[in-house]
């Protein structure tokens, strides 16, 4: 056994660009410690071992940020991403009217399995940022409450919120249209909740132009050929996503639960309805790819508009360091998506 995981390391060395593979790693080794195997998380320990960073109102690189409770009784805050202006420099006005004809809103689920990080963890915090700068978005940061803590829908209950939010807002709204122009974006457990808020949305009619899905953390009571040929190679194994399903999805329920499993014998029709286009994004190492592959395949069965960019050699969290050419693919694709007309 001790063979095997040394092979895999070394394996995962060589696709991985270091300083990458050295932060995921530490990623690893901290989610281990926190999980127990009785279904509880040390939540103390988490806090300490993420770093997080404060929000900025005096502007760096171009782009401030602040913090906002969305609702105080859920405790629910967000953190907003602003482009300066350079005649605001350094002081601004926080919710000045967006100055450009049409100004992306890019509502973002950070990724993290449903019980890691938070809006002010650093490697999201630096994310939300570059999206603001390659994208001219606006991004609001979504700080959801964490299973297994707060289960399932809790997590898509806060991401509505944050919506609704974010599309009441004066400030956020366009030029050209007086309209916020919404786009939902997440990794991992985010682009899960990306999907379940986009339901909720269009049953209340609000418009969300569009969802961006990196790696989506999806998956079904079967063990399809991606898990089992990638099972503990690069970073993640089947039995640690089972913990962090169980640990969200409510008790009692199995992996087929729609939460899991969008499209699979307990999910939801797309048939008839208007859901705003996607852009799935699939590393080809991630071991969950094959539920990925068959959320796209599943909008596409239901005539939703969705493209896929499938990355052959990219493993889960490419997209958080600018070390590699996956993630200037990917930002491109990202900002072609939300700057399309």
Known sequence: MAASKEV????????????TWVLISNFKLAYTLLRRPDGTFNRHLAEFLDRKVPANANPVDGVFSFDV???RETSLLS???????TEDLPNVELDNPVSSDIVPVIIFFHGGSFAHSSSNSAIYDTLCRRLVGICKAVVV???YRRAPEYRYPSAYDDGWAALRWANSRPWLQSRKDSKVHIYLAGDSSGGNIVHNVALRAVESGIEVLGNILLNPMFGGQKRTESEKRLDGKYFVTTRDRDWYWRAFLPEGKDRDHPACNPFGPNGVSLEGIKFPKSLVVVAGLDLVQDWQLAYFEGLKRYGQAANLLYLERATIGFYLLPNNDHFYTVMDEINSFVNSS
């Open 8 to 19: 895999n390391i070394n394996e995962s060395k060589m696709v991985v660009p270091l300083n």
């Open 79 to 85: 953190r907003v991403y602003r482009l300066a202006d």
């Open 69 to 71: 409770i969305i609702d």
């Open 141 to 143: 940061s979504v700080n």
